[in-house]
Structure formats: structure tokens, C-alpha cells
């Protein structure tokens, strides 16, 4: 029997009308969410704009592990630029690369990759 994944890897550059609205973080892990010192219950959330700036609520980082709110520009960089090697969208230095399950574009997030900390992102509204 063969396992195959749901997810499928983006091949392309995705277009930035894809990418620009709100965009909503499913359950962070929990682990990290006591690591950084956080309510269970926290709502994560990046707007992309048609411009290129972006804004994000409770955006998960490390080194110490936090909760933070940032502002600034966003790009999408092809996988030669980007740790992971894969299509990404960079924001204040953080890289979430792109991913597809159904057709819908998702966004994932490696907060820690050797505890298994991760977040991934689904588009809740289209700008």
C-alpha cells in the first residue's frame, strides 16, 4: 500500500492577487504556545495588501519564542532564494512557503523545526 500526500508542492510562481488578503493561522502547537508564555487560545493573522505591505497579529517567532505583531513590506521569493528551497513569501524576515491541498493555496510557517513547532495559514478573505 502506498501513502501519497494531499498536499501538492507549487511549481510556480504564485500570482500576488493569490496571496493578498487575510489570511488566518490554524492552532498553533501547543508546545510552543507554552514555551512563549501564551493563551491557549490565540488568534494569529497576516493581511497582505495589493501594494506590498502587509500587516500580522501574533505573528509566532523564536529565539525566545513570542507572540508578536509586525508591519512592513512582503515579496515573493522563487526557491533559490529561500531556506526551505521552495516558491515563499517573506515578511520582516520570516519565510512561509507556499503549499496546495484541493487546489486552495496555503501558507506554512517552520517556527522550530527540530521541537516540531509549525503554523500553517489558510486565506479566510480575498482582497
Given at each position: 500500500?502506498?501513502?501519497?500526500?494531499?498536499?501538492?508542492?507549487?511549481?510556480?510562481?504564485?500570482?500576488?492577487?493569490?496571496?493578498?488578503?487575510?489570511?488566518?493561522?490554524?492552532?498553533?502547537?501547543?508546545?510552543?504556545?507554552?514555551?512563549?508564555?501564551?493563551?491557549v487560545l490565540v488568534e494569529c493573522s497576516i493581511q497582505f495588501n495589493l501594494d506590498g505591505t502587509?500587516?500580522?497579529?501574533?505573528?509566532?517567532?523564536?529565539?525566545?519564542?513570542?507572540?508578536?505583531?509586525?508591519?512592513?513590506?512582503?515579496?515573493?521569493?522563487?526557491?533559490?532564494?529561500?531556506?526551505?528551497?521552495?516558491?515563499?513569501?517573506?515578511?520582516?524576515?520570516?519565510?512561509?512557503?507556499?503549499?496546495?491541498?484541493?487546489?486552495?493555496?496555503?501558507?506554512?510557517?517552520?517556527?522550530?523545526?527540530?521541537?516540531?513547532?509549525?503554523?500553517?495559514?489558510?486565506?479566510?478573505?480575498?482582497?
Amino acid at each position: 500500500m502506498t501513502l501519497t500526500s494531499c498536499e501538492d508542492s507549487v511549481t510556480s510562481k504564485p500570482a500576488a492577487t493569490e496571496l493578498v488578503g487575510l489570511w488566518k493561522c490554524k492552532k498553533l502547537p501547543d508546545g510552543f504556545l507554552k514555551s512563549a508564555g501564551g493563551p491557549v487560545l490565540v488568534e494569529c493573522s497576516i493581511q497582505f495588501n495589493l501594494d506590498g505591505t502587509f500587516v500580522a497579529k501574533s505573528l509566532p517567532e523564536r529565539d525566545p519564542y513570542r507572540l508578536a505583531d509586525s508591519i512592513g513590506k512582503w515579496d515573493i521569493l522563487d526557491p533559490s532564494k529561500t531556506p526551505s528551497g521552495e516558491w515563499s513569501v517573506e515578511i520582516d524576515g520570516t519565510f512561509l512557503r507556499f503549499a496546495r491541498r484541493g487546489g486552495k493555496l496555503l501558507l506554512k510557517q517552520s517556527i522550530d523545526v527540530l521541537a516540531g513547532y509549525r503554523a500553517e495559514y489558510e486565506r479566510e478573505r480575498a482582497e
